[in-house]
């Protein structure tokens, strides 16, 4: 069965320090592998994806991905956080052997703060 | 830059009534989606909607809910009968159709509370 976890509830951090949110996934093929950022009273914007190719995927904000296979994880990273980074973080998968069927599984979340 | 757009925010409604949850896509998106997230719970799938068919839907999209494009931009989202357990945020999200694995675009959501 797809699932994704998100083994971390609340992630805190000091701004200027390194973030990692982690995320391992299941799927039966390849993963389509995205993270997603939730502000208060906002909808859930898209950050970045990893489909193929290199394994460490950059994308919104500073934020970056790497993809690991053979520990099936997806985890999110950022050098040097920010107060403005303190957000709600998920990650989601697809199944690429889904075919058309393009339904995303979706962790938990995990809440990211950072402190000043 | 384009958003997804939905309305309105928060609905209130008693159990047994009819909602209707209404979305503007991206306006060239041809991949539509429904999920919802009960609170505290992950975000779930409903229901995917291409070439103005269902794609997709999964086990919790039983006969009492509906997906409609009604015109060239709305994307709706109906309950026909609503209970207690349907309270959730719904979000409506849309993708490019370019045949390659397009990232999901979300709307912010409507809140529904049914009492």
């Known amino acids: 069965a797809q699932s994704v976890a998100q083994p971390e509830d609340q992630v805190n951090v000091a701004e200027g320090n390194p973030l990692t949110v982690k995320c391992t996934y299941s799927?039966?093929?390849?993963?389509?592998l995205f993270w997603y950022v939730q502000y208060p009273n906002r909808g859930l914007q898209f950050l970045l994806k990893y489909i193929t190719g290199d394994n460490l995927v950059k994308g919104s904000y500073g934020f970056e991905a790497e993809f690991n296979k053979s520990q099936t994880s997806f985890h999110l990273k950022k050098p040097s956080a920010l107060v403005s980074d303190s957000a709600l973080y998920f990650c989601?998968?697809?199944?690429?052997?889904?075919?058309?069927?393009?339904?995303?599984?979706w962790g938990l979340g995990t809440s990211l703060a950072v402190n000043p | 830059e384009p958003e997804v757009t939905q309305t309105p925010s928060h609905q209130v409604t008693q159990m047994g009534q009819e909602v209707i949850l209404r979305c503007v896509p991206i306006?060239?998106?041809?991949?539509f989606y429904w999920y919802r997230q009960i609170l505290g719970q992950k975000v779930e799938f409903l229901v995917s909607f291409y070439n103005n068919e269902i794609s997709e839907k999964s086990e919790i999209f039983d006969d009492q809910f509906s997906v409609e494009r009604p015109d060239g931009s709305n994307f709706t989202l109906k309950i026909r009968s609503t209970k207690l357990e349907d309270s959730a945020m719904y979000f409506c999200a849309s993708s490019a159709g370019t045949g390659g694995i397009g990232e999901q675009y979300f709307g912010p959501g409507t809140r529904l509370t049914v009492t």
């Open positions: 989601a998968v697809r199944d690429s052997w889904a075919g058309n069927n393009r339904k995303l599984i």
């Open positions: 799927v039966s093929g390849n993963p389509y």
């Open positions: 306006s060239n998106h041809l991949y």
